[in-house]
């Protein structure tokens, strides 16, 4: 099986709401690694809104092989579908929505319901912030002081990412680069340092830029 080269999902918990003809709808959504995760989840909000009306869910895992959803007492069809619809339109992987609902006393229709929970679950899911992960190759660069501060001043140039620094005899940073700048990285640091540094290729992982 060929593994992805992105991989979109959710950065922390997020939460918004807003009223439709007096019902208070409350969205949630929030990152996920396994099924009891997202059952968890589910249930930390249950338990926070016991007095809520609605307390409608939907999660969406392991590109979709793992999907459910619960209209919660909402006309069937009305509420956790649509959630877990907003959920695989926005791209999101691994993720679990909960929309809750205060009843406000008017009726708002087959119609009106399903907008009103897709419209939860798209503001939930905008709150806790949709990134996308791509492959990057982890490296560990070796360099002198001077080299250092023209490095520190390129790499933005590539997109890359700094998990630490160990100041010693020379400098030492670990660092990862988009798999698709690489090439541009090791030719960038073999010009800016006269082939001086040395780079040491210590992995591949998924990782998304700082700030998204």
Known sequence: MTEPKTYTTLRAVGEDSFEEKRSLFIGAAAPVRTEEEALA?????????????HNVFAYHMKSGILSRYSDDGEPQGTAGMPTLDTVRKS????AVVVVTRYFGGTLLGAGGLVRAYAKA?????????IVTYSVYAAYRV?????????????FPRFGVLTDGTDFTDCVRIDCA???TDEPSFLTGIRDLTGARA???RTGERFDCPREQ
């Open 41 to 53: 989840f589910i249930a930390a909000r249950k338990k926070q809104y016991a007095d809520a009306t």
């Open 91 to 94: 791209g999101v992987d691994d």
């Open 121 to 129: 679950a798209k503001i939930a899911l905008e709150a806790a912030c």
């Open 142 to 154: 070796v360099c002198s002081y001077g080299d250092y501060q023209r490095l520190l001043k390129e």
């Open 177 to 179: 680069v988009p798999l």
């Open 198 to 200: 040395v780079c040491e």
